[in-house]
C-alpha cells in the first residue's frame, strides 16, 4: 500500500465525482461525529460508498471505541476501511482486527506539542492489529483532533514513520503547497487532506484538488526513485 492519495470530508455526489474524475481513489466520510454535525447524510454517503469500485474506496472517519459497533456500522455503510480517531484501546483493536481480519483498519495518530512518546507507544502496542496508522494535528484552541487545517511537527511525523513497522498516510494541514516537503521531509506510504484543498465556499476546489495530486505524485516517485 503505498502513494495512496485520500481526500477527506467528502460532502455530497458532486463532489466525490470531482474526485473520482481527478484520480483520487480514497474518499473519507466522517460520520456520526460527536459533534452531531456530519457534512452529509448517512444515506447519501451510504450511496456513494455502494458505487464504488476497487482500488477505489470508502473510509469511514469515526470517533468510535468499541469493537462490535464498529464493525457492525462498517458493514451498514459498506465501507472496507475504517479511520479510528478517537480513544480507542489496545483491547478493542485486537477484539476488530479478530472480528474483522477483512476490514482495513487505519488508527489516527494525533499529534499535540509534547506528546510523541504517547504516540510511539501506540504505534507499538496497536502495529500488530492496524494495517496503517494517520497522523492529524491537535488544536489546542478547540481541542479539535481532525481537519484542523493546521500542520504539526514534522520531525516527530518522520520518527513515527522510522518506528512503525505498518505504513503511515500524513495528514494535518497538508496543501497544494506544502504536500510536497512533507513527503521529501515525513517519507509516508500516503497522503491525506481536508481542509487544504477546500475554496472559500467551502468546496473542494478542482484546480486544489489537481495541484495536490501533482505535487504528491511527484514527490512520492522522487522518494521511491
Ligand atoms: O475530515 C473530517 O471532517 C474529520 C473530522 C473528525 C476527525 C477527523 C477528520 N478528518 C481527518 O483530519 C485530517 C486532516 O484534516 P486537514 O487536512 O488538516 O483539514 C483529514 O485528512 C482527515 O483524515
Not at 86 to 96: F, N, Q, T, W, Y
Not at 158 to 176: D, F, I, N, W
Amino acid at each position: 500500500m503505498k502513494n495512496i492519495i485520500q481526500v477527506a470530508g467528502i460532502i455530497d455526489r458532486e463532489e466525490a465525482n470531482l474526485m473520482l474524475e481527478s484520480g483520487i481513489k480514497w474518499l473519507g466520510f466522517p460520520l456520526r461525529l460527536p459533534s452531531g454535525k456530519d457534512d452529509i447524510s448517512e444515506t447519501d454517503a451510504m450511496s456513494i460508498i455502494k458505487g464504488l469500485s476497487e482500488p477505489q474506496a470508502g473510509v469511514l472517519i469515526s470517533y468510535m471505541v468499541d469493537a462490535e459497533e464498529v464493525s457492525g456500522y462498517c458493514s451498514e455503510l459498506g465501507v472496507k476501511a475504517v479511520q479510528l480517531h478517537g480513544d480507542i484501546s489496545v483491547a478493542e483493536m485486537k477484539k476488530l482486527r479478530e472480528l474483522r481480519p477483512d476490514l482495513f483498519l487505519l488508527k489516527s495518530l494525533v499529534v499535540k506539542e509534547d506528546n510523541a512518546e504517547e504516540l510511539l507507544e501506540i504505534v507499538d502496542t496497536m502495529a500488530d492489529f492496524v494495517d496503517m496508522f494517520i497522523t492529524d494535528t491537535f488544536n489546542p484552541k478547540t481541542g479539535a483532533k481532525g481537519a484542523t487545517g493546521l500542520t504539526h511537527n514534522w520531525d516527530v511525523s518522520a520518527e513515527l514513520v522510522r518506528r512503525s513497522p505498518k505504513p503511515l498516510m500524513m495528514a494535518g494541514g497538508l496543501t497544494p503547497e506544502n504536500v510536497a516537503d512533507a513527503i521529501y521531509k515525513v517519507k509516508p506510504a500516503a497522503v491525506d487532506s481536508h481542509t487544504g484543498l477546500e475554496g472559500s465556499d467551502g468546496r473542494k476546489d478542482a484546480a486544489k484538488v489537481k495541484k495536490f495530486i501533482r505535487e504528491a505524485e511527484k514527490a512520492f516517485s522522487e522518494i521511491n526513485a
